[in-house]
């Protein structure tokens, strides 16, 4: 740990274990956090299932928008690996943003991020048919993902892929199954190694004919 988050760490921090549940969709909110080490999952619950938005490591932040627009937490945030936490207040917050542009330069450029992936998911979520649902998903992770023989590792489990893109974990199965086939795909001890994203595209646009014109 820095120096300096060493003292904020003394002023703010807080330490948490795996499984604590720090707040819920609904509750009143009175402060943010700032994840200093370990893992945060955020999360709604749609038609009594829990499905994850994201999960935020280290230098990552939450919690602000209850403090910012006065409004019940949006959604559950629950630790998931013991973690080390800034805790702060809606004054603190506030003399933090006034007092350094740094700070709110920062905040904006997440917020931007969290639009940005917000958009992603509405974009896929448009799309009717599960395949491309989840072809497009692993187009735009792999953009991101690591480059390795054979193509893209993207660092998911299926389990991980059917939170974000809101399917059954059979349905992404049968979807990776036949990218596995086609020869786009292939699982990996670390996840999926998949194709360019060209690659994926273009099998994308093949599952929008067939939607479009049916199997003929
Ligand atoms: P708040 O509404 O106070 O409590 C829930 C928090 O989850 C929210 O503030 C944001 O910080 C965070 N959050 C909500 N939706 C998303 C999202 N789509 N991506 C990342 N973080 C989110």
Do not use: C, W
């Amino acid at each position: 740990m820095s120096e300096q988050n060493q003292t904020l760490f003394e002023r703010f921090g807080k330490s948490f274990t795996a499984g604590t549940v720090l707040f819920r969709e609904g509750d009143n909110g009175k402060e943010m956090y700032v994840v200093q080490s370990g893992k945060v999952r955020i999360s709604k619950v749609v038609r009594d299932v829990e499905k994850t938005l994201v999960e935020l490591g280290a230098g990552e932040f939450f919690g602000e928008m209850s403090i910012l627009n006065d409004k019940p937490r949006s959604a559950n945030a629950t630790v998931v690996d013991d973690s080390k936490l800034l805790v702060i207040d809606p004054k603190t917050f506030e003399a933090m943003v006034r007092g350094n542009a740094e700070i709110a330069i920062r905040i904006i450029k997440m917020l931007s991020k969290r639009l940005e992936e917000a958009d992603k998911q509405i974009e896929n979520l448009m799309l009717k048919d599960h395949n491309s649902r989840v072809v497009h998903f692993l187009g735009h992770a792999s953009k991101t993902a690591k480059q390795v023989p054979g193509g893209f590792l993207i660092n998911m489990t299926a389990a991980d892929i059917a939170a974000k893109v809101g399917l059954d974990l059979a349905k992404v199965d049968e979807v990776i199954q036949k990218l596995v086939r086609a020869k786009l795909a292939s699982n990996d001890p670390a996840g999926l190694v998949v194709g360019d994203a060209n690659k994926l595209r273009e099998f994308l646009e093949f599952l929008e004919m067939k939607e479009k014109f049916g199997d003929i």
